[in-house]
């Protein structure tokens, strides 16, 4: 569960249950003769994570900040868990984020970056269905015409203006998403 739970969640209950265990267990096989099985559940066995040096808090730059998510979505050396919530809290949101890529849609970096983390995030049939809800079709113009609220009717015609000029439907999109329709 530490190394290859696809959530945060279940990185953290495997180191848990290992912080919980591990010490009884190893007594328990030192106790009934079996060192090698001692060995294999100790803490020398266990691969080496790097974590990020938080000593220092710098102020970063929203660019310098998001290379470091995409750096850490496609370092198959940090735990498979924490990439998937990278990518699922972080990344997939990056297009509405950055006025560049409202307007014209996400750059060729993102997809790369989205190409990069399919391959080697999706390992079965229910990591294709949650990596599905990142890729979920973001460029759909906002249909909705039933909402008659402020933010909509003031949105609306500058998201038709843009489509308009760039022929991408992009900052529709992401007002949908965030719940502006």
Same mark, same amino acid.
């Given at each position: ?14 180191? !848990? ?7 009884? %267990?190893? !007594? %328990?096989?030192?106790?009934?003769g079996? $060192?090698?099985? #001692? ?8 691969? #080496? *994570? $790097?974590? $990020? ?10 660019? +310098?900040? @998001?290379r470091? *998510? /995409?750096? #850490?979505?496609?370092?198959?050396? =940090?735990?498979? @868990?924490?990439?998937w +919530? ?6 997939? %949101? +990056? ?6 890529? *409202?307007?014209?849609?996400?750059? #060729?970096?993102?997809?790369?970056? %989205?190409?990069?983390?399919? =391959?080697?995030?999706? /390992?079965? =049939?229910?990591d ?7 890729? /979920?079709d973001?460029?759909?113009?906002v ?6 609220g402020? !933010?909509?009717?003031t949105?609306? $015609? *500058?998201?038709?203006m843009?489509?308009a ?17």
């Open positions: 569960m530490i190394d290859e739970g696809r959530l945060l969640i279940e990185n953290m209950i495997g180191t !848990a249950i290992v912080r919980e265990a591990r010490a009884p %267990l190893t !007594a %328990l096989y030192e106790i009934t079996r $060192p090698g099985d #001692a060995r294999f559940v100790s803490a020398e066995t266990d691969a #080496a *994570v $790097p974590m $990020p040096d938080r000593s220092q808090r710098n102020v970063v730059s929203l660019e +310098e900040a @998001g470091g *998510v /995409r750096r #850490a979505i496609l370092d198959t050396t =940090q735990l498979r @868990g924490l990439r +919530e990278m990518l699922l809290s972080q990344f997939a %949101l +990056e297009p509405c984020t950055d006025l560049r890529q *409202v307007i014209f849609g996400p750059d #060729a970096e993102y997809r790369f970056t %989205l190409n990069a983390a399919r =391959q080697s995030l999706v /390992r079965r =049939q229910s294709s269905l949650l990596f599905a809800l990142i890729e /979920r973001k460029v759909h113009a249909t909705a015409e039933g909402s008659r402020r !933010a909509v009717r949105t609306r $015609p *500058v998201g038709r843009i489509t000029l760039t022929g991408q439907r992009h900052l529709e999109a992401c007002l949908s998403l965030f719940g502006v329709h």
